[in-house]
């Protein structure tokens, strides 16, 4: 059995890490649904409960297929250590509850997903954890913004939905100054485009719900980190909160990641394909991707990232009315907020994922009513195309 990774290439660990084997000898990655295990004496089990000799107890925190796909996902990330949970809102919440106490406080972008903003700041905040918010490139504010509490540095990059791309190795170091953590959520670019820990974050957030499944399945999460982070009070929030991933769920998203690299680099391709050419169309007024040369940052994306990926916004000219009439007229694309799909998906971020804050706070934010949001497919990206001209082109 292989156990260090790290001289193997994405593809061939995205496929074969973490693996093992039973003595059945099954060549894929053997489905434990069992929630406990059996000990062959009273002195054994009481040696597996005490932590004295490794082994399964029960499935809310050891089971061996969730094993296999947090050894899988760690190898990716180049982590030494993964938690699996239930969705990845419970990896946010395993994280915070695990570092941080009350008194302590977040420094978290703006630019991230509506329910980790929740999270930070309706739920933590009831037990005396503050989180301040802050623009995601503004680099001087995020130093101004450092307190003695300071503990954790929360971002996502690209930025959800005007993919905004902020450089991890500069975030990294800010945060290390002030001896506060730097954590990413790297659900848009998965392992496959962008690894945060090479470039010095602390911790790796996943939603296993988006491009790890890969095909809109199940529901899940990861953390990735050092032993020294995760290994104590983070694993043992998930111990006894039981903020577990499902086996079953874990054996799905095994089978997403041997085609995860495969995906990413398809779905950056459509991306791609799709953004110049909204690029060239006239109703639009501007197209919001990384990868082409009018983005802000694309000379960083093109450092921090391996492709582009999935993600495409774009503004068109006559607001709400133009941007619901494409939405309306497609008949391939699905209406729906989820990503990373084969599928692809159309939002209208102002009235749906953004339509809880205020029309101010929205259109300072760029999140303007003619804003639409496509994590695209990878159906033929001329069908998307030809999808999104029937409304475009009244
Ligand atoms: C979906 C998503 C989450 C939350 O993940 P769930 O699996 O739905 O709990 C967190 N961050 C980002 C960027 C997401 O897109």
């Given at each position: 059995m292989i156990d260090d990774w790290s001289e193997f290439g994405l593809e061939t660990r995205a496929i074969r890490a973490g693996q093992t084997r039973t003595e059945e000898g099954e060549h894929s990655e053997a489905l434990f649904l069992t929630s406990s295990f059996v000990f062959n004496s009273a002195a054994e089990a009481a040696a597996r409960f005490s932590g004295k000799t490794e082994g399964n107890v029960y499935s809310r925190f050891t089971n061996p297929t969730v094993r296999m796909f947090e050894k899988r996902l760690a190898a990716l990330e180049g982590g030494e250590r993964c938690i699996a949970t239930s969705s990845g809102m419970a990896a946010i919440l395993t994280t915070c509850l695990g570092l941080l106490k009350t008194g302590d406080q977040i420094l978290a972008s703006q630019s991230i997903f509506g329910s980790s903003v929740t999270l930070f700041d309706k739920i933590l905040s009831r037990f005396g954890i503050q989180t301040k918010f802050i623009e995601l490139n503004d680099y001087q504010v995020w130093e101004n913004a450092f307190t003695p509490q300071t503990r954790l540095c929360f971002l996502e990059t690209p930025s959800n939905p005007l993919t905004e791309i902020v450089d991890l190795r500069k975030m990294a170091d800010l945060a290390h100054a002030h001896n506060a953590l730097l954590v990413v959520d790297n659900c848009f670019c998965s392992p496959a485009l962008q690894q945060p820990l090479k470039w010095g974050a602390d911790i790796v957030i996943h939603s296993a719900t988006k491009f790890l499944d890969g095909q809109g399945r199940c529901i899940g999460g990861a953390i990735v980190g050092s032993e020294a982070l995760l290994g104590g009070d983070v694993y043992g929030v998930l111990r006894s909160g039981g903020?577990?991933?499902?086996?079953?769920?874990?054996?799905?998203?095994?089978?997403?990641?041997?085609?995860?690299?495969?995906?990413?680099?398809?779905?950056?391709?459509?991306?791609?394909a799709l953004a110049q050419w909204l690029e060239a169309q006239p109703q639009v007024k501007k197209v919001y991707y990384p990868g082409l040369p009018s983005h802000p940052q694309h000379e960083l994306a093109k450092r921090q990232q391996s492709a582009f990926g999935g993600l495409v916004s774009f503004e068109v000219h006559g607001g709400r009315e133009v941007a619901w009439r494409v939405i309306d007229n497609t008949r391939l694309i699905s209406i729906t907020a989820n990503l990373g799909d084969t599928k692809t998906t159309i939002t209208h971020p102002a009235s749906t994922t953004h339509g809880r804050i205020s029309p101010e706070q929205r259109e300072a934010a760029n999140i303007t009513e003619g804003l639409l949001r496509i994590s695209v497919g990878l159906e033929e990206v001329t069908d998307i195309q030809a999808d999104l001209a029937r409304g475009l082109c009244q």
């Open positions: 903020t577990s991933l499902s086996p079953f769920n874990a054996w799905v998203f095994l089978k997403g990641l041997e085609t995860l690299n495969l995906r990413m680099k398809a779905h950056s391709a459509n991306g791609l």
